[in-house]
């Protein structure tokens, strides 16, 4: 018989929130279509045809893309009492100003119909909804005053045309687009609406910035392509567009970034760079943005809020000019990477000159931390030092010794996450017998 218990462990991408949630829809309605359960959760089709495996026994048995439950399938669901699941942690209420730029947005794209997204420039439509929740997003961080400056690196999703209809105050947003089109639309709507503050620039962000728009604006939102270098090269352009950073305030990037539930390594990476360019997640709202299509991502991303800090810099760390998806997948292929760098001082002698001893502690360091260890090598110099190459299944670990300084030094790479990081230095001082270690994580 079908139980919570059982669904719960044939889906282990979901939280049993979600599935509670899942359940709920489906016992909320008489039937509803694959992409609508895409969209209403932000769940990639992936992971939903996981879960409806995992009840197809209770699912009325149809050819059409619609699902639904059976008479049975209806009271087993019932007696799981099932709850309903935000699908957003962040929700706006909808008032009167926003209901009418909604129907704004809508116009605009019923009206375009032959406006299709240009995957050349890995774009994807957000659903008008969404358009106005990143516009209230924004103006919720520095709206409500006056001299704002917004600036979007790219807006397909005609956000610049929301916050132009729920702030007139602000004094001027700016679209940088490469795609002609888009920069047309937006014009052409803003001057409609006789929304002022709105400019455009053709702009490719593989160029520099016009010198004029460097350090001026409050607030920058991106979207930027999936990949490594797109993310990289957009959000270093965001930072270049921003003021300069004081003590207790942004300004603010608002980015965009989704990856499936099965991909969390990728949305690792991205969180790298984030991170490398010393930039505060103040906030982020999982599935916040929806989109027509991007399926593969469960139709949605995550917003990031992220503050710009006195200590935010831009690192310019890609020099290709392929940022788009279709332009090199192998630049995507490449695998996470976990580098650290160890230094140790003030080793006991018995310890840096003994190589049975080294080899030990070595060899338990790597148990500790899940490091697989498929050969090694042992080097012996005439001082008395040693340099240690272990080769692992996911990169490899390298330890030299001096022991007329004794010290050692230790370069660890691997290709997945190093286990029980936080542990890192504790054991290697506990191994080696003493409190002087250095650590450096290479970006």
Same mark, same amino acid.
């Given at each position: 018989?079908?139980?919570?218990?059982?669904?719960?462990?044939?889906?282990?991408?979901?939280?049993?929130?979600?599935?509670?949630?899942?359940?709920?829809?489906?016992?909320?309605?008489?039937?509803?279509?694959?992409?609508?359960?895409?969209?209403?959760?932000?769940?990639?089709?992936?992971?939903?045809?996981?879960?409806?495996?995992?009840?197809?026994?209770?699912?009325? !048995?149809?050819?059409? %893309?619609?699902?639904?439950?059976?008479?049975?399938?209806?009271?087993?669901?019932?007696?799981?009492?099932?709850?309903?699941?935000?699908?957003?942690?962040?929700?706006?209420? +909808?008032?009167?100003?926003?209901?009418?730029?909604?129907?704004?947005?809508?116009?605009?794209?019923?009206?375009?119909?032959?406006?299709?997204?240009?995957?050349?420039?890995?774009?994807?439509?957000?659903?008008?909804?969404?358009?106005?929740?990143?516009?209230?997003?924004?103006?919720?961080?520095?709206?409500?005053?006056?001299?704002?400056?917004?600036?979007?690196?790219?807006? %397909?999703?005609?956000?610049?045309?929301?916050?132009?209809?729920?702030?007139?105050?602000?004094?001027?947003?700016?679209? +940088?687009?490469?795609?002609?089109?888009?920069?047309?639309?937006?014009?052409?709507?803003?001057?409609?609406?006789?929304?002022?503050?709105?400019?455009?620039?053709?702009?490719?962000?593989?160029?520099?910035?016009?010198?004029?728009?460097?350090?001026?604006?409050?607030?920058?939102?991106?979207?930027?392509?999936?990949?490594?270098?797109?993310?990289?090269?957009?959000?270093?352009?965001?930072?270049?567009?921003?003021?300069?950073?004081?003590?207790?305030?942004?300004?603010?990037?608002?980015?965009?970034?989704?990856?499936?539930?099965?991909?969390?390594?990728?949305?690792?990476?991205?969180?790298?760079?984030?991170?490398?360019?010393?930039?505060?997640?103040?906030?982020?709202?999982?599935? +916040?943005?929806?989109?027509?299509?991007?399926?593969?991502?469960?139709?949605?991303?995550?917003?990031?809020?992220?503050?710009?800090?006195?200590?935010?810099?831009?690192?310019?760390?890609?020099?290709?000019?392929?940022?788009?998806?279709?332009?090199?997948?192998?630049?995507?292929?490449?695998?996470?990477?976990?580098?650290?760098?160890?230094?140790?001082?003030?080793?006991?002698?018995?310890?840096?000159?003994?190589?049975?001893?080294?080899?030990?502690?070595?060899?338990?360091?790597? !148990?500790?931390?899940?490091?697989?260890?498929?050969?090694?090598?042992?080097?012996?110099?005439?001082?008395?030092?040693?340099?240690?190459?272990?080769?692992?299944?996911?990169?490899?670990?390298?330890?030299?010794?001096?022991?007329?300084?004794?010290?050692?030094?230790?370069?660890?790479?691997?290709?997945?996450?190093?286990?029980?990081?936080?542990?890192?230095?504790?054991?290697?001082?506990?191994?080696?017998?003493?409190?002087?270690?250095?650590?450096?994580?290479?970006?």
């Amino acid at each position: 018989m079908l139980s919570l218990s059982k669904i719960y462990s044939s889906n282990p991408d979901l939280r049993k929130a979600q599935v509670k949630g899942l359940l709920f829809l489906l016992n909320s309605e008489d039937s509803i279509s694959n992409n609508e359960l895409v969209q209403r959760t932000g769940l990639s089709k992936e992971v939903l045809k996981t879960f409806k495996e995992s009840i197809s026994s209770i699912l009325i !048995k149809t050819t059409a %893309d619609e699902l639904a439950l059976t008479k049975v399938g209806r009271e087993a669901v019932g007696e799981m009492n099932p709850e309903p699941y935000s699908w957003t942690y962040l929700s706006f209420s +909808f008032d009167a100003l926003m209901l009418q730029a909604l129907e704004a947005i809508k116009a605009i794209r019923e009206g375009q119909q032959q406006f299709v997204a240009k995957r050349e420039f890995d774009q994807f439509f957000c659903t008008p909804e969404t358009s106005i929740l990143k516009a209230k997003a924004i103006l919720n961080k520095v709206g409500g005053s006056e001299g704002v400056s917004i600036a979007l690196m790219g807006d %397909d999703d005609l956000v610049s045309i929301s916050l132009g209809l729920l702030d007139r105050a602000v004094e001027e947003i700016i679209v +940088f687009d490469v795609d002609k089109d888009v920069l047309s639309l937006i014009k052409e709507k803003a001057e409609e609406l006789k929304i002022t503050s709105i400019k455009t620039v053709l702009y490719d962000a593989r160029d520099d910035l016009p010198k004029d728009m460097v350090a001026r604006f409050d607030a920058v939102l991106t979207d930027p392509p999936y990949t490594r270098p797109g993310v990289a090269v957009f959000l270093d352009k965001c930072i270049t567009l921003c003021k300069k950073a004081t003590t207790y305030a942004g300004p603010y990037i608002f980015f965009c970034y989704g990856n499936g539930l099965r991909d969390p390594l990728k949305g690792l990476k991205v969180q790298d760079i984030i991170l490398s360019r010393n930039l505060l997640i103040e906030e982020k709202i999982s599935t +916040f943005n929806r989109y027509d299509g991007a399926e593969i991502i469960g139709s949605s991303s995550d917003l990031f809020v992220l503050k710009v800090l006195e200590t935010t810099e831009v690192l310019e760390d890609y020099t290709g000019t392929e940022i788009y998806t279709y332009e090199n997948t192998e630049i995507e292929d490449f695998p996470y990477v976990d580098h650290y760098v160890f230094k140790l001082y003030k080793v006991p002698s018995h310890v840096v000159t003994s190589k049975k001893t080294l080899q030990k502690n070595i060899g338990v360091f790597c !148990k500790w931390h899940g490091l697989n260890v498929v050969d090694t090598k042992l080097t012996r110099f005439k001082g008395g030092g040693f340099s240690f190459t272990y080769i692992l299944s996911t990169s490899n670990l390298l330890v030299h010794t001096w022991p007329e300084k004794r010290a050692l030094h230790i370069d660890l790479i691997t290709c997945s996450p190093i286990k029980k990081k936080h542990l890192l230095l504790k054991n290697l001082s506990d191994l080696f017998s003493t409190m002087s270690v250095e650590i450096r994580k290479i970006e």
